[in-house]
Nanobody, 124 residues
Framework: QVQLVESGGGLVQAGGSLTLSCTASGRTSSISFMAWFRQPPGKEREIVAATSWSGSTTYYADAVKGRFAISRDNAKNTLNLHVNNLQPEDAAVYFC?????????????????WGQGTQVAVSS
């Protein structure tokens, strides 16, 4: 089993930036893909970005392309999400997720391990 812990959320002004981090522990050798999801209040959880653990494949949701960047540090078992030009619609709880094997998928149900989430709030 893999344990995930997110950090880096907070309150940011519209147009601002921050970096979310996720540290993985446990059976990290099982990880094939990692992703960031977000869940705005009263809405479904949606994928934001994903990457293969090797870095050969990445995915970004259309809403964040050009503003968000996903990166990983395999030596530190860390996944980051660099968030730029934050907008009010980006406010949500952001979750880190890990998938064992298979292909890069965009649905939350396909991911095996989840962090507890970190809150991102945007003031206009």
């Amino acid at each position: 089993q893999v344990q995930l812990v997110e950090s880096g959320g907070g309150l940011v002004q519209a147009g601002g930036s921050l970096t979310l981090s996720c540290t993985a522990s446990g059976r990290t050798s099982s990880i094939s893909f990692m992703a960031w999801f977000r869940q705005p209040p009263g809405k479904e959880r949606e994928i934001v970005a994903a990457t293969s653990w090797s870095g050969s494949t990445t995915y970004y949701a259309d809403a964040v392309k050009g503003r968000f960047a996903i990166s990983r540090d395999n030596a530190k078992n860390t996944l980051n999400l660099h968030v730029n030009n934050l907008q009010p619609e980006d406010a949500a709880v952001y979750f880190c997720a890990a998938k064992y094997g298979g292909a890069l998928l965009k649905t939350a149900a396909a991911y095996n391990s989840w962090g507890q989430g970190t809150q991102v709030a945007v003031s206009s």
